[in-house]
T-cell receptor, first 107, second 110 residues
Framework: GIQVEQSPPDLILQEGANSTLRCNFS?????LQWFHQNPWGQLINLFY???GTKQNGRLSATTVATERYSLLYISSSQTTDSGVYFC?????????FGAGTRLFVKA | NAGVTQTPKFQVLKTGQSMTLQCAQDMNHEYMSWYRQDPGMGLRLIHYSVGAGITDQGEVPNGYNVSRSTTEDFPLRLLSAAPSQTSVYFC?????????FGQGTRLTVV
């Protein structure tokens, strides 16, 4: 099956810094999603992005399906951005998740 | 709408005990899934259902049973709890490719 790898595994930022999270996948996919798990454990959809670039406030994501990777950009990070960021290859009920990038933003 | 509701939020079991984790959704979604989340491993699919009466196994089904008698409910049963089942469990329902997650159940097996 498809393998989903994320990097870096852990990231510590000073508030206000920018960062890029990467997601590589082992096979061609038709779609990709990014999720944020906040420190309270709640999982929230960020982007559904099979290709191209999308932006939502300080977050943006780019997927280059032909090269099998996706990037999540966080600009002007805030402490509320802390948590774990997962990319996932959706297959509805068979969605495959990466291991996540744990982000801590220091005030 | 309540979305996806999981109960309980926390549970401690002794090895060998059985229990059922409840999951209910009020969005009339056909697709539902159970995941477990372990440190450094992301979410792994346990079982899934494509509609009432239809379930199938995911990546890590051993030790778990599911049933889907109604569209709303998708309970996960631990038959004989083992310490290896200590984890955080998430239920999700799906509207196409968009997932709606419950708040999770933190289970400890001692």
């Amino acid at each position: 099956g498809i393998q989903v790898e994320q990097s870096p595994p852990d990231l510590i930022l000073q508030e206000g810094a920018n960062s890029t999270l990467r997601c590589n996948f082992s096979d061609s996919v038709n779609n990709l999603q990014w999720f944020h798990q906040n420190p309270w454990g709640q999982l929230i959809n960020l982007f559904y992005i099979p290709s191209g670039t999308k932006q939502n406030g300080r977050l943006s994501a780019t997927t280059v399906a032909t090269e099998r990777y996706s990037l999540l950009y966080i600009s002007s990070s805030q402490t509320t951005d802390s948590g774990v960021y997962f990319c996932a290859v959706p297959g509805g009920f068979k969605t495959i998740f990466g291991a996540g990038t744990r982000l801590f933003v220091k005030a | 709408n309540a979305g996806v509701t999981q109960t309980p939020k926390f549970q401690v079991l002794k090895t060998g005990q059985s229990m059922t984790l409840q999951c209910a959704q009020d969005m009339n979604h056909e697709y539902m899934s159970w995941y477990r989340q372990d440190p450094g491993m992301g979410l792994r699919l346990i079982h899934y259902s494509v509609g009432a009466g239809i379930t199938d196994q995911g990546e890590v089904p051993n030790g778990y049973n599911v049933s889907r008698s109604t569209t709303e409910d998708f309970p996960l049963r631990l038959l004989s709890a083992a310490p290896s089942q200590t984890s955080v469990y998430f239920c999700a329902s799906w509207a196409g490719t968009e997932a709606f997650f419950g708040q999770g159940t933190r289970l400890t097996v001692v």
